[in-house]
Each structure stands twice: as structure tokens, then as C-alpha cells.
């Protein structure tokens, strides 16, 4: 384990990692510091180790609930030795995954994969130049001649 800082009180652990967070500007630079080290071991990591990695993470979660591969197999509606497959590296297709992060009730590993209306800064910038800095009279219009206009 590597102690990354030490603010006030609070403590964050993350993995093999252990940071102390405490005001606004630790709490940014623990995040910003999680994204850097994640991103860079994903990248670096061949398919088959991130597998082995959500294995473990899915045998973490298992015991961290205290069920048995039987017992997750069940709530899951899966085979045992499909447990017992993915624990040890083996890939398993997508909607296998789901099915076990949902009995282990740990379905917000997939945030990351929301996406987020976003908008370019230079459409913003176009959107505040057409913004309205003015209202008008609305009394130029005659409504006593009843003419509809044809």
C-alpha cells in the first residue's frame, strides 16, 4: 500500500491505495490523481489482464458479501463454474457480466459509460451572441381592423 497525503482526517482507499482527503483541493488532486494513475494502467494492460482484472473484482465483491460462487450463481441465474470462470480470468460475454454486477449489486461500475450532452465551446459562444439583451414593445401590432392577414 502507498499513502499518497495526509489532509484533516478523511481517509480514501482506492485499490492497493490509501489517501487521506480532506479539503476541496485534496479531494481534486485525489481525483484527478485516481484518473491518471486508472487511465494509465488500463492502457498499459493487455486484454487479457484486464479480464483477469474484473475477475478479481467480481471475486472481491463476492466475498465481500460473504456468498459462495453457488449462492451468486444462483441470484444470478448463471452456472457455478461460470462464477468460477470469470474468477479466474476466463471471458465471459457482456450480458454475463451485468447479470453479476446486478446480484452483487454493484451496477454503478457502468457510470462511466453515460453519455453526457455536451456542447462545443463555440456553439456556446454563438448561443450567447444570439442571446436576447433586449425586450420589445409588443404594441406595434393593430388588432382593431379584425383583418386576418389575406
Known sequence: ????????????????????VGKNQCKANFYSFIMEKTNTEWISM???????????FVKQ??????????QLAKEAGL?????????NGGSVTLSTLIQLLRALDVLYVLDNFKIKDEISPILYAKM????RQRARN?????????????
Do not use: H
Open 138 to 150: 409588443s404594441n406595434n401590432t393593430d388588432t382593431s381592423n379584425n383583418d386576418i392577414g389575406w
Open 128 to 131: 450567447q451572441k444570439n442571446k
Open 79 to 87: 452456472n457455478p463454474y461460470t462464477i468460477s470462470q470469470i474468477e
Open 61 to 70: 465483491k463476492r466475498l465481500q458479501t460473504n456468498k459462495t460462487q453457488g
Open 1 to 20: 500500500m502507498v499513502i499518497i497525503g495526509i489532509c484533516q482526517n478523511n481517509l480514501f482507499c482506492f485499490e492497493k491505495y490509501i489517501i487521506f
Open 46 to 56: 493487455t486484454d487479457a489482464n484486464i479480464v483477469q482484472t474484473i475477475g478479481r
